[in-house]
């Protein structure tokens, strides 16, 4: 099956689909090859899930398909066309795979990503089993869309409901019949051939239709209360909707409250900070001047609960800030005060600031907040800037 | 979460990559990667957070309003704007802060006592009360917890949840971290 990978690959680059689904199917790939060595479960179940993410990411937001989708697929999210809820499911998936990219860390095991939960870890298999399948008709489905690469993927398809248990066929091919037998449907049943004869059978019951939207229903749902379950503290110790519904609103509730709290805690600090805020912001540091030593100062200019005195007075903060900076590494709390000369030496500051910034919050983080306070301060002050830098 | 130790080299990358991926607005990557919750579990995310929180606290007119209110609202303000839009719960922050605002300004001048949208909605008058299975009624507390989410149905309601709640666990995170610093901060000029 891997080989049949990078003939995916190719061909989607054939098709018409634009060039950054490649990016993400290449993604979803690798971190699907990851998943294969850290999880070792049994060799069809990742392809699949690749497969799934593959077929996803050439998906466009076809209205009739979008309520079979259950899982977190691998998604091009195009926020002009697809459902809401559609949209959002898609970047579940997606936000954790190409998150996984593109920080470089083998996360699977360390996130709780919505596909790995559902699709590799198959402790209940039963369940992950009925999704797989119906995206397995899924991806056989979407044949329409990505026409270099319908056989590939309905060769796909085949191989993988071959290998899946029957039982998983029903709840598929219902799934097909519930959606409307569109052109789509029919390429679907006729792919796989297991499921061929299952969708004939069904195609005629039309209370089961109801059911098993429900069950894709109830589905959807209890794998968002997995996720959640991972999510939120103690929840496995309690079994049943209500009961996690519980915890979840319980911890929603002390979170936010805890916010209030923090939130208390800040408002109180930052009035206590009643300096004369302003003359430090007009004057600037230069390394030449004799250094003054005013522990307080640099205090305050690094507690920003300071008003912005101008438009210009933002940038003087910069350059004040700056030098302390500088200062503040090499000996602790010499602050030094002057005049400000002109913007344009602010500017230059302000360049330099970025790196400045970014190597003293690596390094703070990387130091696990065992650095001296200072630099402390210095980074805290430094994100705010950094922020305005940025923008 | 075994992501500090490791995240610091990579944390400068996922910013620099993160600002190379804004640049490019077609590539699905700056899509992707800032969706789903598991993105409020990075470092460089609590640290766009606490960088945008410090500036908005800068701007809290000191001696106005209750102070922690104020500051409440400005660091959920600042959530919800670092969610980029992404998810219902954040974008109705920021409506509903427009909302109120307008109606503040509406309130200074007509003077008319005008609630704002989502506030004060009459109750449904206690004649029928249909007692809800208790899942049903629990669903309904939680979508009254998250912002925005009323009216959402089950499916929709957990998955905003499951953001939510990873969201405010960061904003814990960053604001225990920035209260941590101020208070060293003030410990040491008063020492």
Known sequence: ?391 | MAESPSVANPDANSTVSRKRRKIDPDSPTRILAETGPTRWRTQAEQQIYSSKLMGALRHIRRPDSGGHAAVRDAADRVLAISARGKTRWSRAILTNRLSLRLAHINRKHKKAAKPSAGKSRPRKPAVLQKKLPPVQSKVKVLSRLVPGCRKVSLPNLLEETTDYIAALEMQVKAMTFITGLLNAGQNFTSS
């Not at chain 1, 409901?161 to 019949?177: E, F, L, V």
């Not at chain 1, 030593?293 to 004040?320: A, I, K, R, W, Y």
Request: glycine share 6%; with cysteine.
């Open chain 1, 1 to 391: 099956m891997n080989s049949r990978l990078p003939e995916m690959l190719h061909c989607l680059n054939s098709t018409t689909s634009e060039n950054c689904e490649m990016s993400v199917l290449e993604r979803q790939r690798s971190r699907l090859k990851q998943q294969e060595q850290l999880t070792h479960h049994h060799p069809p179940i990742p392809y699949f899930n690749g497969n799934d993410h593959l077929a996803y990411s050439g998906f466009h937001g076809d209205q009739a398909l979008s309520d079979l989708v259950l899982n977190g697929g691998a998604m091009k999210p195009d926020p002009g066309v697809e459902h809401d809820d559609f949209r959002r499911f898609m970047n579940y998936g997606t936000g954790t795979t190409d998150f996984q990219m593109s920080c470089a860390l083998p996360r699977t095991v360390s996130c709780p990503p919505y596909v790995a939960a559902a699709s590799v870890d198959s402790a209940a298999g039963k369940e992950s089993c009925k999704k797989r399948k119906a995206h397995n008709l899924k991806i056989a489905a979407e044949e329409k869309k990505m026409k270099g690469c319908a056989e590939e993927e309905s060769k796909i398809t085949e191989q993988n409901s071959n290998s899946k248990s029957t039982t998983t066929t029903i709840s598929t091919s219902a799934n097909k019949n519930n959606k409307g037998p569109s052109a789509n449907a029919k390429k679907a049943s006729d792919a796989p051939k297991t499921d061929y004869i299952h969708v004939r059978a069904r195609r005629g019951q039309a209370t089961d239709s109801h059911s098993l939207a429900e069950r894709v229903r109830r589905e959807k749902i209890s794998e968002r209360m997995k996720y959640l379950q991972d999510l939120v503290p103690g929840c496995n110790k309690v079994t049943g909707k209500a009961g996690m519904l519980d915890e979840i609103i319980n911890y929603v509730q002390s979170l936010q409250r805890q916010v209030e709290f923090l939130s208390m805690k800040l408002a109180a600090i930052n009035p206590r900070l009643d300096f004369d805020i302003e003359n430090y912001i007009l004057k600037e540091m230069f390394p030449a001047c004799p250094p003054a030593m005013e522990p307080d100062h640099s205090h305050l200019q690094f507690n920003t609960s300071v008003e912005e005195v101008s438009g210009s007075g933002l940038e003087m903060v910069v350059g004040p800030m700056d030098a302390t900076l500088r200062r503040t590494i090499s000996a602790p709390i010499t602050v030094q005060q002057s005049f400000l000369d002109s913007s344009s030496l602010n500017q230059i500051q302000q360049v330099t600031w970025e790196d400045e910034l970014r190597n003293l919050y690596s390094m703070e983080y990387q130091q696990g907040r065992s650095t001296p306070f200072i630099s402390q301060q210095i980074t805290g002050f430094l994100e705010a800037n950094h922020v305005k830098l940025e923008m």
